[in-house]
């Protein structure tokens, strides 16, 4: 069993801040990769950013450069400093993790607002 909580969404105006918190109840030699996706209205899910064990990052070019993804494999814990955020990153956030077998665990997400 594996659960995973986030928290951390609201609503924020443009060129505001924000900061996603995900709590992961496995630990390190558990997971490969932590990470972050989004659903935003009327799209499908998409990969915001992740992270490896050794703290290499990936992110989606719509928030690179404005997105900041952290977070420690022994505590568990994963976040998401989005700063600069527009209207378009209006979703429900995410926080992913992937296990040494290949799936995918997900949380229930949090939702992100963005006013003009």
Known sequence: QVELVEFGGGLVQAGGSLKLSCAI????FSFT???WYRRAPGKQRELVADMMGGGTTKYADSVRGRFAISGDFVKGTVYLQMNGLKPEDT???FCAAVGNSGSTYWGQGTQVTVSS
């Open 25 to 28: 109840s496995a630990r390190i």
């Open 33 to 35: 990769v932590m990470g």
């Open 91 to 93: 979703a429900i956030y």
